[in-house]
């Protein structure tokens, strides 16, 4: 009863360690999750005008440029997903490589070959364990994304897009990341960036107004070849933050989970100490009961 009463003993201690380094990151992930939600806040107006003016130009310019238009016969869809670093926050990882993996799984069946581009350890760590072909990789950064390895991941990925199939390039590229819709919500998102699709249009004219008109300096060409590259890197950057702050709610979400199970572990754990605890005593009153009785049988025996 001493040794199962010691063991109890420690795996309270134990849990009661791992308690506090749950409940530590918690609180770091929850004061994270508000860091993030303001950067991302910050480049909102920048990529809200971005959008506008790609819009403008697409919409009232007749420019054939290499990023918008769409291929004949694709043969090659590279893959961008994003994932996390570490673990320690959920389903994040798991929920964006499925989705991942189910866009692949329809490229392939529209005939394309998949070219992969993993962004995180847990993404790079999927694709090297089935030994799948990783044709760029990035990490180190999944939960404080700069906008330089924003910049980066899109100077590569135009790269290969203005190579071509035919030189080893690829046709379209996608990408996969996680929205956050709200502290209790993170959904996987699959979007196209590549050739590029110009969701927000320009807001057209009220009935009886005069369309406007817009003069492009030098030309519609040399603006876009400006605007276009800044478009998609200002969208790998959102995509970046809004993975960052999904990962991030997610840690917090289960390292509550995981602090709330071990103040259970802890309670019960508790109990069961104390349950041996008065077994130890009650069997000690009985072992000394049962001596001074033997004690004072044996003394009368003697008198």
């Known amino acids: 009863m001493g040794a199962s009463l010691r063991e109890l003993r420690q795996r309270r201690k134990s849990v009661t360690a791992t308690m506090k380094i749950t409940r530590a990151m918690e609180l770091i992930a929850a004061s994270r999750i508000i860091k993030a ?17 790609v819009s403008a130009v697409a919409t009232y310019s007749n420019v054939d440029h290499p990023l918008t238009k769409e291929p ?9 997903f994003i994932t996390s670093d570490r673990g320690m926050n959920g389903a ?13 799984q329809r490229l392939r069946d529209e005939g394309k070959e998949v070219v992969r581009y993993p962004i995180g350890r847990k ?3 999927y694709l090297t364990f089935r030994e799948m072909p990783i044709e760029e990789s990035w990490s180190g950064f999944s939960d404080a994304p700069t906008y330089e390895v924003a910049h980066e991941i899109a100077d590569r990925l135009m790269t290969d897009f203005l190579k071509g199939s035919e030189a080893g390039g690829v046709d379209e ?8 819709e709200s502290m209790l919500t993170q959904t996987p998102h699959v979007r196209r960036l590549l050739p590029l699709e110009v969701v ?7 009935p009886n107004q005069l369309t406007p008109m817009y003069e492009f300096e030098p030309d519609p060409e040399t603006v876009l070849d ?7 890197r200002s969208r790998i950057w959102f995509y970046l933050l809004q993975s960052a702050a999904s990962q991030l709610a997610n840690q917090q979400r289960a390292m509550k989970s995981a602090t709330d199970n071990a103040q259970q ?9 104390n349950q041996a605890r008065q077994a130890e005593i009650t069997q000690e009153i009985s072992e000394i009961v049962g001596g001074a009785s033997a004690l004072a049988d044996l003394t009368a025996q003697d008198s």
């Open 200 to 206: 927000e249009g320009v807001t057209p004219p009220e």
């Open 37 to 53: 939600q303001r950067t991302a806040a910050r480049a909102l107006p920048f990529t809200r005008e971005l959008n506008r003016a």
């Open 123 to 125: 993404g790079i760590g």
């Open 265 to 273: 572990l802890i309670e019960r754990l508790t109990r069961e100490t």
């Open 226 to 232: 400006e605007l276009l590259p800044l478009y998609l």
């Open 92 to 104: 994040y990882s798991s929920n964006a490589i499925k989705a991942a993996a189910q866009l692949a």
């Open 173 to 180: 590229i996608y990408a996969v990341y996680t929205r956050m």
């Open 72 to 80: 004949v016969n694709p043969k090659r869809a590279a893959l961008v």
